[in-house]
């Protein structure tokens, strides 16, 4: 079943006279218990589409179901079973990690909600600073808090909105470490938002790729590399550079870095001409000491798809 | 609307409440420094003529609360959402607007109801002064128009701030300022030139006040002027929570909402 389905969904700005478009006629869907990333540069229309799911702003027009229903229709079931956690915005700055989370535990209408947010407290390592205000809060702390929100009901569907961002590497590994968990514990479907690359890679089953307000490819990260039929191999040999580097010219192979006994190419992988170059370079009897061939990165794939447009 | 959400949201201002020394000091310091004002300067006046002075003034500062906290708190509150960034999460939770205001209207009629239990005692230990020996009927009466119009002050000013977001935040502080020359808390609709009699009679504050000082002269209570103070009041009330929609709806529309700025 699909606890996320959109489709043709529009979204448009006015703005000094000018219409903008935020979002034009996206439309993706996601199952139950998959997560799903939301990938584009700032001005995608990534948190656009969030806000609208979340029911912060009002669609021009297409049509939003969570859950297999439609939220303007079934109000009170969807809100009460889907929940958002961004970087963005803050709980109550005044108020402390417990205060909050007591507030939202009540607007949920959570049951046992002083042991459920012990237990979130625990997870996401606050208990200690559960009584400190927001406002005192790092911006880990403060993520981790807005987290914790974002899980007091357990939600079946989860708007993430590029949850990690500003937080330091070990925090924000933590941070994907703990979703992923959680996820795989309650089968929750996630709608995650992030520019950062490797994030959604690390998280997501399946990615769609944002731009201007478009989608312009949704697959899984193993398909979308596919995408990309050059690698980038770097070899370094013990002598006889300058010959190998001839050798790779009359290949049809340009480098573009050479450093010394170090070369660094591109070469395609289409008609097997990547195995068939190193393979050549064996029996031509260059003595290599170090090879190494890199794949491609969503970034990679995402600069393509972006310039392609 | 469920009572579930509106009490998490009366718990939530509670704890502002308690956890800000400013959103304390609205219901103790500001109240009580006006008492102390209008009090010794009703009793200097007292002293230089036969008018009751002190109860007029003393009447006025008493009720005027339920105006001013009951405009400001709905105003308060919902910028405190702005200031945090929280209004993104407190409007993609299950809350309703409706749900919302009321918590709010709540929490504001308790705090002013706070402020009243201050102010009631403290007037008869300083200056001998009873308001409930007015006439406990016509304070209660007064007490239900002065907020119901307070209210109705409040969503506009919140209908305001989710139209233009906290720009505007000024209007939160000023807009009973700016009513309170025309509601003659303190003195007479005759005391105004013509051109601000006008504007006064138009607000429902200004009948109520009227009909405090004709109780306290001895003087016949103008019955239709606190019909009229009811009615209007009633129906800025319902016009402003009208606009009040309409404005959240622009806020979604816009991306006030998400934005929360």
């Known amino acids: 079943m699909n606890y996320i389905e959109v489709r043709n969904l529009v979204k448009t700005f006015k703005e000094r006279g000018k219409t903008l478009t935020a979002v034009d006629g996206i439309s993706f869907s996601a199952k139950k218990g998959e997560i799903f990333g939301l990938l584009g540069p700032n001005g995608a229309g990534k948190s656009t589409t969030i806000n609208i799911l979340t029911g912060l702003l009002e669609k021009d027009s297409g049509t939003i179901k969570l859950l297999g229903f439609e939220p303007e229709k079934n109000w009170e079931y969807v809100k009460n079973h889907c929940?958002?956690?961004?970087?963005?915005?803050?709980?109550?700055?005044?108020?402390?990690i417990r205060q909050n989370l007591k507030v939202y535990a009540r607007l949920y209408g959570v049951k046992n909600h002083e042991q459920k947010i012990n237990e979130l407290l625990e997870l996401f390592e606050l208990k200690e600073i559960a009584d400190r205000k927001v406002v005192r809060l790092s911006s880990g702390e403060n993520t981790r808090t807005v987290l914790c929100k974002g899980l007091i009901n357990d939600p079946k569907v989860l708007f993430l909105d590029e949850c990690t961002v500003g937080l330091d590497p070990d925090i924000a590994d933590k941070t994907r470490t703990l979703i992923k968990d959680y996820q795989k514990k309650n089968d929750c479907t996630i709608l995650f938002t992030s520019h950062y690359m490797y994030e959604v890679e690390q998280?997501?089953?399946?990615?769609?790729?944002?731009?201007?307000?478009?989608?312009?490819?949704?697959?899984?990260?193993?398909?979308?590399?596919r995408m990309i039929k050059k690698r980038t191999v770097e070899i370094a040999v013990k002598k006889d550079v300058g010959a190998l580097k001839n050798f790779l010219k009359t290949e049809g192979v340009d480098v573009w870095f050479g450093k010394g006994n170090n070369l660094r190419f591109e070469v395609t992988t289409e008609k097997d001409k990547m195995y068939k170059v190193i393979s050549k370079i064996f029996h031509q009897g260059f003595m290599l000491s170090n090879l190494h061939i890199q794949g491609p990165t969503l970034d990679d794939i995402f600069i393509k798809i972006s310039r392609k447009k | 609307m469920k009572l579930y959400r509106i009490n998490a949201l009366l718990l939530k201002y509670y704890y502002l409440t308690v956890s800000r020394i400013d959103r304390l000091f609205d219901i103790v310091y500001w109240p009580v420094i006006d008492l102390f004002i209008w009090g010794f300067t009703g009793f200097y006046i007292q002293g230089l003529s036969d008018v009751n002075v002190l109860s007029m003034l003393l009447g006025g500062v008493i009720l005027w609360v339920f105006v001013w906290?009951?405009?400001?708190?709905?105003?308060?509150?919902i910028l405190e959402d702005f200031w945090s960034r929280n209004l993104y999460h407190l409007f993609s939770s299950p809350i309703r607007l409706s749900e919302h205001l009321t918590s709010i209207i709540v929490m504001g009629f308790i705090r002013s109801l706070a402020t009243f239990v201050i102010l009631w005692p403290l007037g008869i230990l300083m200056y001998s002064f009873n308001i409930l020996q007015i006439s406990p009927l016509?304070?209660?009466?007064s007490v239900f128009l002065l907020t119901l119009f307070g209210w109705a002050i409040g969503l506009l000013i919140a209908a305001f701030l989710f139209r233009y977001g906290?720009?505007?935040?000024?209007?939160?502080?000023?807009?009973?300022?700016?009513?309170?020359?025309?509601?003659?808390?303190?003195?007479?609709?005759?005391?105004?030139?013509p051109w601000a009699a006008k504007i006064a009679l138009a607000l429902p504050p200004a009948h109520v006040f009227e009909a405090l000082r004709a109780l306290i002269y001895g003087t016949p209570v103008n019955v239709r002027g606190l019909w009229y103070a009811f009615i209007a009041s009633l129906a800025l009330f319902i016009a402003t929570a009208y606009f009040l929609v309409i404005s959240f709806r622009h806020s979604k529309r816009t991306g006030l909402l998400a934005k929360g700025d």
């Open chain 1, 83 to 96: 929940n958002v956690a961004t970087a963005y915005s803050w709980l109550s700055d005044v108020l402390t």
């Open chain 2, 138 to 141: 016509l304070v209660a009466l």
């Open chain 1, 203 to 225: 998280l997501c089953d399946r990615i769609a790729f944002m731009s201007e307000g478009k989608i312009v490819r949704i697959d899984t990260s193993d398909n979308l590399k």
């Open chain 2, 69 to 77: 906290r009951s405009s400001q708190d709905i105003a308060v509150f």
């Open chain 2, 166 to 193: 906290q720009r505007i935040q000024i209007i939160a502080w000023s807009v009973t300022f700016v009513l309170s020359p025309f509601a003659a808390i303190y003195y007479p609709v005759s005391a105004l030139p």
